[in-house]
T-cell receptor
Framework: GQNIDQPTEMTATEGAIVQINCTYQ??????LFWYQQHAGEAPTFLSY??LDGLEEKGRFSSFLSRSKGYSYLLLKELQMKDSASYLC??????????WGAGTKLIIKP | GAVVSQHPSWVICKSGTSVKIECRSL??????MFWYRQFPKQSLMLMAT?????????EQGVEKDKFLINHASLTLSTLTVTSAHPEDSSFYIC????????????FGDGTRLSIL
């Protein structure tokens, strides 16, 4: 079956760095997405990785290793507004998006 | 770019009412649109995939006669919850994808549906 694993919840301190991991086992791979979802709101697109390596976008970076079935989202200089759920999603061989359950990130002052 | 508009944002109505939710891609053509449902503190659940000009593909366990989907144009898809009951109360979110399977899905703001 298809499976995406990410931690349920993480806590970090304002100004710090946090890494949210995602491992996946899917039938084929056409890319991996990270989305941010604030409570009560719809998800917003953060990043897309299809090749191995690190993609940097401001305070957020996303890494992919296809051979390991592994990705992480790195958030630097954490701000209180970064408190949200972060969703990992993989595009399988049929271009179906398989969603992880999300990681709730709590930022403390 | 890539803006998706979803209306209404909030609906409160009596049991037995049918509710229509619209999803529009404002600055791109969406060959494929998706409808999700999310209960409090739970993950997104895909209900159906809608392709322009053809019948929607429903996920297992989703009643197609209960949740009617129409994707009449490349910029508009609608979800109608027919004869809604309190257990249908949820957060419904649409997303749209530009042409190309590897394009990201862009989400509307969601519709919070409360059935009394």
């Amino acid at each position: 079956g298809q499976n995406i694993d990410q931690p349920t919840e993480m806590t970090a301190t304002e100004g710090a760095i946090v890494q949210i991991n995602c491992t996946y086992q899917t039938s084929g791979f056409n890319g991996l997405f990270w989305y941010q979802q604030h409570a009560g709101e719809a998800p917003t697109f953060l990043s897309y990785n299809v090749l191995d390596g690190l993609e940097e976008k401001g305070r957020f970076s996303s890494f992919l290793s296809r051979s390991k079935g592994y990705s992480y989202l790195l958030l630097k200089e954490l701000q209180m507004k970064d408190s949200a759920s972060y969703l990992c999603a993989v595009l399988d061989s049929n271009y179906q998006l398989i969603w992880g359950a999300g990681t709730k990130l709590i930022i403390k002052p | 770019g890539a803006v998706v508009s979803q209306h209404p944002s909030w609906v409160i109505c009596k049991s037995g009412t049918s509710v229509k939710i619209e999803c529009r891609s404002l600055d791109f053509q969406a060959t494929t649109m998706f409808w999700y449902r999310q209960f409090p503190k739970q993950s997104l659940m895909l209900m159906a995939t809608s392709n322009e000009g053809s019948k929607a593909t429903y996920e297992q366990g989703v009643e197609k006669d209960k949740f009617l989907i129409n994707h009449a144009s490349l910029t508009l898809s609608t979800l109608t919850v027919t004869s809604a009951h309190p257990e249908d109360s949820s957060f419904y979110i649409c997303s749209a994808r530009d042409q190309g399977g590897s394009q990201p899905q862009h989400f509307g703001d969601g519709t919070r549906l409360s059935i009394l």
